[in-house]
C-alpha cells in the first residue's frame, strides 16, 4: 500500500478484512490471487467533529460527533490515481458503492457518526434502532448499530435507476465496517459475462437496483441472498415471478423474515433483462479484476 498516515493503528496482513471494532477498515482491491492488506483507522486517531444534520433513516435532525467520509479516507492512504470509487461495507452485509470525485462527495455529504446527543443533550455511544413505518413499501425488522452509524442527509445516490423514488441504500445501512478502493469501470468488466445486449443491459439493472444487497457467485453484497450460490436464482423464479417480487412487498414478509425493500417502479423490461444476466453469469465464472 502506498504511504500510510502514522494514525493508522494496526496493519493485517493476510485474509479477508474483518469487522473493525475500534474504527474502519480500508484497503485496496487486488488483483486476482493476492491478498488484500487493509489497515484500521481507529477513532482514537480522528478529530471528531460535530453536526447537526437530517439523517434519512430518521426522517429528522439529529446532532453527532463523527468525520465525513472524505476525512475518513484521507486519514488512511494516498488513493492511487485509478481508483476512482470506494466500496462501503456494512456489518450486514450491503456493500454501497460510492464515487469519489469532488462533486459525488459533496453532493452526498456521506458522516461517519461516533455518538449522537440524546435526549439529555448528552453525547452517547448508541444508535437507536430503525424501524420503517409499516407500509406496502418497506420491510419491518429494525436495523442495529454496532461503534458507528453512516449518517446520509437525503435519498441520493448516483448509481441509482433514474425515477426511482421508493428505494435507497442509506435507508438500510447500519455500522460501517470496511471501505474498499477500487477502480469501477475494472469492477464492472468482472461481471461482464458476455457480449450480448441484452445481458449486458441486465448487468446495468443490477447495477441500479441489486448491488447494494446482492452479490454473485460469493462477491459484492451478503444482505440478501446470492444470485448463484447455492442456486442459481434464475432456475427457480422466472422474470414474471422475479418481478412481483422485486416490484412487491408480501404483506408477512417481514414475520418471515423476508427484507427486500419493494421497488415498485421496476419495469418487466428491466427485469426480463436482469434475468438474461443472471442466467449468463450462473453459466460463466466472473472475470479477473483488473484495474
Given amino acids: 500500500m502506498p504511504h500510510l498516515a502514522p494514525a493508522l493503528l494496526l496493519l493485517l496482513a493476510t485474509g479477508a478484512p474483518p469487522p473493525a471494532t475500534d474504527g474502519v477498515a480500508v484497503w485496496r482491491r487486488p488483483a486476482t490471487g493476492?491478498?488484500?492488506?487493509?489497515?484500521?483507522?481507529g477513532w482514537s486517531s480522528l478529530k471528531l467533529e460535530e453536526r447537526t444534520t437530517r439523517d434519512v433513516q430518521l426522517g429528522v435532525e439529529r446532532s453527532?460527533?463523527?468525520?465525513?467520509?472524505?476525512?475518513?479516507?484521507?486519514?488512511a492512504a494516498q488513493r492511487t490515481p485509478s481508483e476512482d470509487t470506494a466500496l462501503l461495507h456494512f456489518k450486514n452485509g450491503m456493500v454501497v458503492?460510492?464515487?469519489?470525485?469532488?462533486?459525488?462527495?459533496?453532493?452526498?455529504?456521506?458522516?461517519?457518526?461516533?455518538?449522537?446527543?440524546?435526549?439529555?443533550?448528552?453525547?452517547?455511544?448508541?444508535?437507536?434502532?430503525?424501524v420503517h413505518e409499516r407500509s406496502p413499501w418497506m420491510e419491518q425488522r429494525a436495523i442495529t448499530f454496532g461503534t458507528?452509524?453512516?449518517?446520509?442527509?437525503?435519498?441520493?445516490h448516483p448509481g441509482l435507476a433514474a425515477g426511482t423514488t421508493k428505494f435507497t441504500p442509506w435507508a438500510h445501512v447500519d455500522t460501517l465496517t470496511g471501505?474498499?478502493?477500487?477502480?469501477?469501470?475494472a469492477l464492472n468488466q468482472t461481471m461482464r459475462v458476455s457480449s450480448d445486449a441484452r445481458v449486458l443491459q441486465g448487468l446495468g439493472v443490477f447495477e441500479q437496483r441489486c448491488q447494494y444487497c446482492h452479490g454473485v457467485r460469493g462477491t459484492g453484497a451478503s444482505f440478501g441472498w446470492d444470485f448463484v450460490k447455492p442456486i442459481p436464482v434464475h432456475t427457480w423464479r422466472d422474470a414474471e415471478s422475479l418481478l412481483y417480487h422485486v416490484k412487491f412487498r408480501k404483506l408477512a414478509g417481514a414475520e418471515q423474515g423476508l427484507l427486500m425493500p419493494p421497488q415498485p417502479d421496476t419495469t418487466i423490461d428491466e427485469v426480463r433483462a436482469l434475468w438474461e444476466w443472471m442466467k449468463a453469469v450462473s453459466a460463466?465464472?466472473?472475470?479477473?479484476?483488473?484495474?
Avoid at 453527532?64 to 486519514?75: D, E, Q
Fill in 34 to 41: 493476492a491478498k488484500p492488506a487493509p489497515v484500521v483507522v
Fill in 64 to 75: 453527532y460527533r463523527g468525520v465525513t467520509l472524505k476525512a475518513l479516507l484521507l486519514a
Fill in 97 to 130: 458503492p460510492v464515487p469519489l470525485d469532488e462533486a459525488t462527495l459533496g453532493r452526498l455529504d456521506l458522516f461517519v457518526a461516533r455518538v449522537v446527543k440524546d435526549g439529555t443533550g448528552a453525547f452517547v455511544e448508541r444508535f437507536d434502532n430503525v
Fill in 148 to 156: 458507528n452509524k453512516l449518517v446520509a442527509k437525503d435519498a441520493f
Fill in 179 to 185: 471501505v474498499e478502493l477500487v477502480n469501477a469501470a
Fill in 284 to 291: 460463466n465464472e466472473l472475470r479477473p479484476y483488473a484495474p
